[in-house]
């Protein structure tokens, strides 16, 4: 198969490439994904929102904010972009191109949501979905487009590169170039060359290959290992963060308990149901970066020999709890575990790959 543009994966990250490239009617673009269903991905499972800029907001703060975060080690060019450019193109691919409508007040004002290492509320959310409403939206904007095709159940093998494939020895000192992919069609069982004049690799983090984590099958760091066997400079691969508050629940790991929780007031406990963050992050206390967090919480599991720590909203109404955090009320019920009426055992787990 040929097309113009190959784009490896169908989350945020390549479904809002393709809108963007889809603006030239002349431009043929395919995207293909594992799943089989088009919607299941990495951005599916987020719950707590996504960075917008407030009212009493602004680039400069929400870089500062980054920058203090990422503990010296971001790099302030991106950070920058992200800062400036980041809730502009929220407002237009999201709202106005995928038509997804973030919670707001009867007059139409947004509700703005507080989180971990911010100093505004500037985060837009749909109830605790709000990944599954982005990319319920993403999708549905991308079929509307006839110069989209989507191929699900198609899983990329590695990247066709030249010289690696070709014949010639004496072209292995030539310069690499990308030129489509393998693609293990997963119904057929079968192989297929898919030529690409460019192809993007959004294909998802690398959660799957720790104990615990928060991501679904399927991240598993194959698009690193496919860029890293084309050439491609990985940076900054260690740096995988955990999200600190993962249900501890025996066979039902990988449920994320949303950092919205505590941004909405929410309290780590000990067992014994002391709050302990303000000994490890006294400026911050249970509002601490996401690392700060999780490794407290580490630390604290490993000085006491215990498997997990509590996270307690009760203090909140029941009603309130329920229409904030509907969907994740509803999937502790189902495990076993009230929100509403005492803290759930949570323990940290593979969140997000930054590298």
């Not at 987020?46 to 960075?51: E, L, P």
């Not at 460019?198 to 984590?213: F, K, Q």
């Not at 929780?261 to 709050?275: A, D, F, H, S």
Request: glycine share 10%.
């Amino acid at each position: 198969m040929e097309t113009e543009v190959l784009i490896i994966g169908c989350g945020i990250a390549g479904a809002t490439a393709a809108l963007r490239l889809a603006r030239n009617p002349q431009r043929q673009i395919t995207i293909v994904t594992r799943a089989a269903d088009v919607h299941e991905s990495n951005t599916r499972y987020a719950q707590g929102g996504i960075i917008g800029r407030g009212p009493d907001d602004s680039a400069e703060l929400l870089f500062e904010d980054i920058i203090a975060a990422g503990a010296g080690v971001s790099s302030p060019t991106a950070a920058l972009i992200l800062a400036e450019e980041g809730p502009p193109l929220l407002n237009e691919v999201l709202e106005r191109t995928a038509h997804v409508e973030f919670d707001h007040t009867a007059e139409g004002a947004p509700v703005w949501g507080k989180e971990a290492a911010h100093s505004r509320r500037r985060i837009l959310h749909v109830g605790d979905a709000t990944g599954l409403a982005i990319i319920n939206g993403l999708v549905a904007s991308l079929k509307s487009y006839p110069n989209i095709k989507i191929l699900s159940e198609a899983t990329a093998v590695d990247l066709i590169t030249f010289p690696h494939h070709s014949r010639d020895p004496l072209d292995n000192y030539r310069e690499i170039s990308c030129h489509g992919c393998y693609i293990f069609d997963r119904t057929e069982k079968t192989v297929h060359r898919f030529l690409a004049n460019a192809t993007i690799l959004a294909s998802g983090g690398l959660g799957r290959i720790y104990r615990n984590t928060t991501n679904p099958i399927g991240a598993r760091g194959d698009g690193l290992a496919m860029a890293h066997r084309a050439g491609a400079r990985i940076a900054n691969a260690e740096y995988v963060q955990f999200h600190p508050t993962a249900l501890a629940a025996p066979g039902n790991e990988g449920l994320l308990i949303s950092e919205a929780v505590r941004g909405e007031g929410g309290v780590l406990l000990t067992p014994e149901l002391r709050p302990f963050m303000e000994r490890y992050a006294p400026e911050w206390k249970d509002l601490a970066p996401r690392d700060v967090v999780a490794r407290a919480i580490h630390q604290r599991m490993l000085e006491k020999d215990e498997s997990y720590v509590l996270l307690d909203i009760s203090h909140k109404s029941a009603a309130w709890i329920r229409e904030r955090f509907p969907g994740l009320s509803q999937r502790c019920l189902d495990l076993g575990f009230d929100l509403t009426a005492g803290p759930v055992p949570v323990v940290p787990a593979a969140h997000y790959a930054c590298g």
